[in-house]
Structures are given as C-alpha cells and as structure tokens.
C-alpha cells in the first residue's frame, strides 16, 4: 500500500488520500479464485459450494485496505481525517461515515514517526498538537517504505499551515517530572 497522496491543493484546502494497492485488490482476487475453484472442483452440493465462495469472497473483502483521507480547511479552520473499509462503502446509504474533527490551531506541526511491528520497521505521519498528543493521519504505518515520501507528506502539511517543525523533545514526562523534583530538592536544601 503507497502512502498518502496529495489529491488537491488550493490556497485554502489540502486534500490528501490512501486508497487500497495493488496488494490488497490481489488478495481480493486471490480469495475469490479459491472460492471460485471450490465451486468448480468439488463434488459437494449447492449449498456447500455457496458457503465456499461467499465465505472465501467475506474474506478477501475484508482483507482490502481502507481508503483514508485527511482534509485541512483553512476556512472552516478544522482538520478532518475519515477512513472507510470496502464495506462501508457498499452500505453507505446505511452507516455514517467514520471521521475524527480538530481544530487547526491546535496543530503544532507535523512529523513522521516510525512504529516497529513483527512484520518491520514502518513510517507514519502524525500531528503533534498543543496538548502533547500526536494524531496520526492513518491507522496503518507503511511496512518497509523509505522514509522520504512521509517526510515530503509532513513538509507540505508544514508549508501549507506556515508551520516551523520543531524537534520532538526526547526527555519523557517522567524523566521531565524527576529533573524537576530534583531541582526544587535541590534549591530546598540550599535555602536550609
């Protein structure tokens, strides 16, 4: 699966998009093929080679990646991220999309963070916001992808938003918390 894509851009909207690869639509082919060759090849009755090929179909549906978008509005001020799975789009009419609002003042800047999985070492772009917490712009990191294409991403949501990325502080809360507590302790037993 590629990463997100720049889908439009004006002076006062950024549009970017995930949308499935061609591995997940390989599976999708791949299931269906086996449910198709249980249907063709086995000796069971119609009822049997339906359950194959409906169950083999379930799955290769929900085995396909989901489209994600990440919308920044300049005039409505807010950042909308949704993402919807094969299955939502089929029953759209029916089920609300599944999307997550904040407020574009609350973006400090945007960064790429890596998450380490069994499968490997994967990249993601995040937000990090006032409160200290980071909002990834997808559910899913991209396994074994070279890091530039994440960073060109976080550039252009920098540059879009006249953001300075800063680098994250390493120091952790807690370590911040002991250093602090060690200093007041500090500053106590002088004033003694």
């Not at 119609?46 to 989901?66: A, E, R």
């Not at 997808?138 to 994440?150: I, K, Q, V």
């Not at 809360?173 to 200093?183: K, N, W």
């Amino acid at each position: 699966m590629v990463y997100m894509k720049v889908h439009s851009e004006t002076e006062g909207r950024l549009h970017l998009k995930r949308t499935p690869g061609i591995r997940s639509w390989s599976i999708l082919i791949g299931f269906f093929a086996i449910g198709f060759g249980l249907w063709k090849y086995t000796v069971d009755s119609l009822p049997w080679k339906l359950l194959y090929i409906s169950f083999c179909f379930m799955i290769g549906v929900t085995s396909i990646d989901d489209w994600e978008d990440c919308i920044i509005d300049k005039k409505k001020n807010e950042v909308r991220i949704s993402k919807s799975g094969l299955i939502r789009k089929i029953c759209s009419i029916v089920a609300p999309p599944n999307f997550l609002v904040t407020n574009i003042e609350e973006v400090k800047y945007a960064d790429v963070e890596e998450d380490v999985t069994k499968l490997g070492k994967g990249c993601y772009v995040v937000l990090r916001m006032e409160s200290g917490m980071a909002l990834p712009l997808t559910d899913t990191c991209t396994l074994g992808a070279d890091s530039s294409e994440h960073r060109d991403i976080a550039d252009k949501i920098n540059a879009f938003l006249n953001l300075d990325r800063k680098e994250p502080n390493n120091i952790g809360y807690m370590e911040e918390l002991s250093t602090s507590s060690s200093d007041s302790e500090n500053e106590d037993s002088k004033n003694k």
